[in-house]
């Protein structure tokens, strides 16, 4: 009983340790230039 725990622990350890370590990434340029609410914001900005 105590190795099937021990596995069980182990394994949901590992798994838990490979699931962080995935990174993502984004161009936030990108993002800024297809939100349409950018130019609202900028000329509010502008008119202050």
Sequence with gaps: MK???FL???SVLTLS???QNKFG???SQELLT???ER???ATE???F
Aim: glycine residues 0%; hydrophobic residues 60%; aromatic residues 4%.
């Design 25 to 27: 990434y984004i161009d």
């Design 17 to 19: 340790s490979i699931a």
């Design 45 to 47: 900005v502008e008119n």
């Design 8 to 10: 069980a622990l182990l």
């Design 34 to 36: 297809l939100m349409p």
């Design 3 to 5: 190795k099937i725990t």
């Design 39 to 41: 130019v609202a914001a």
